[in-house]
C-alpha cells in the first residue's frame, strides 16, 4: 500500500516555491495599488475642492472648466520657474490669482495643503510621456 511520499526536502522546495510565488503576487498587487490609490486620489481631491474650474490637472486625467490656469502636472517643478519658490511656499503666502482664490475661494487646511503637494509632485513624476 505505500506509496513514494514526497522527501522532506521536496516539502521544503515546494514551500520555498509557495513563498516565492506569493511574494511576488503580494508586491505587485501592493505597487500596482500604491498607483491606482494616488491617481484616484489625485483625481477625487482637485474636483472636490473645485481646482478643475480653472486648472488642468493631466496626469490624473482631468479637464479645466475655464482653462484659465495652468495644467497643474507641471506645478511642482514650474511654480519654482514662475514664482521664484516651492510650491510649499507658494501655498503658505501664494501670490497673483492664487492668492486671491485661496483667501476667499477655497480654503486649504494644513493638511490639504500637504496633499496638494503629496499628490502634484506625483502627477508631475507620473506624467505620461514625460
Ligand atoms: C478662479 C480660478 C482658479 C482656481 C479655482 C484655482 N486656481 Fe490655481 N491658479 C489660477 C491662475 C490663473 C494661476 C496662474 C498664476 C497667476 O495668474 O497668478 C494659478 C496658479 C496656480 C499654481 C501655480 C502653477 C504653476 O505652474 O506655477 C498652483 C500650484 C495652483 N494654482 C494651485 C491651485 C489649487 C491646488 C487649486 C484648488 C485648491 C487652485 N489652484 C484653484 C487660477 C485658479
Do not use: W
Amino acid at each position: 500500500m505505500s506509496k513514494t511520499l514526497p522527501t522532506p526536502a521536496r516539502f521544503i522546495q515546494l514551500g520555498k516555491l509557495i513563498l516565492l510565488a506569493t511574494t511576488l503576487t503580494t508586491s505587485a498587487i501592493l505597487i500596482s495599488c500604491g498607483g491606482a490609490s494616488e491617481m484616484a486620489e489625485g483625481k477625487a481631491f482637485f474636483q472636490t475642492k473645485g481646482c478643475t474650474e480653472c486648472h488642468a490637472v493631466s496626469t490624473f486625467g482631468l479637464d479645466s472648466q475655464n482653462k484659465s490656469g495652468p495644467d497643474l502636472a507641471d506645478a511642482y517643478t514650474d511654480v519654482q520657474k514662475r514664482f521664484g519658490t516651492s510650491l510649499e511656499n507658494f501655498l503658505k503666502s501664494p501670490t497673483g490669482t492664487m492668492q486671491m482664490v485661496l483667501k476667499d475661494k477655497i480654503k486649504l487646511t494644513d493638511d490639504e495643503k500637504r496633499k496638494v503637494i503629496e499628490l502634484l509632485k506625483y502627477a508631475h513624476e507620473n506624467k505620461p510621456g514625460k
